[in-house]
Nanobody, 116 residues
Framework: QVQLVESGGGLVQPGGSLRLSCTAS????????MAWYRQAPGKERELVAS?????????ADSVKGRFTISRDNAKITVYLYLQMNSLKPEDTGVYYC????????WGQGTQVAVSS
């Protein structure tokens, strides 16, 4: 099984920045696409950004130009990042790290709150 652990959430003012990190361990060689999803209160979980093992990226329209997803494939660990700039209150939610390794894996989630 793949283990995913997120970090980096918190409270930030509108216009601020945060960087989320996800560490993937165990059976990392089977991982292809990784992604960040988020779930706002009372809403369904939605895709924020994804990145393939080859580095191709995809973003939700709502975050294009503000968020950047990146990935570092180390020997025994894969690191996934989400740099979030110009944050808006509507970016508030729980952010989940996702990995597709023939089976879908999810992290435990990290809370992001954008408020003045």
């Amino acid at each position: 099984q793949v283990q995913l652990v997120e970090s980096g959430g918190g409270l930030v003012q509108p216009g601020g920045s945060l960087r989320l990190s996800c560490t993937a361990s165990r059976n990392i060689f089977s991982i292809n696409t990784m992604a960040w999803y988020r779930q706002a209160p009372g809403k369904e979980r939605e895709l924020v950004a994804s990145i393939t093992s080859g580095g191709s990226t995809n973003y939700a329209d709502s975050v294009k130009g503000r968020f950047t997803i990146s990935r570092d494939n180390a020997k025994i660990t894969v690191y996934l990042y989400l740099q979030m700039n110009s944050l808006k209150p509507e970016d508030t939610g729980v952010y989940y790290c996702y990995a597709n390794a023939n089976t879908r894996y999810w992290g435990q989630g990290t809370q992001v709150a954008v408020s003045s």
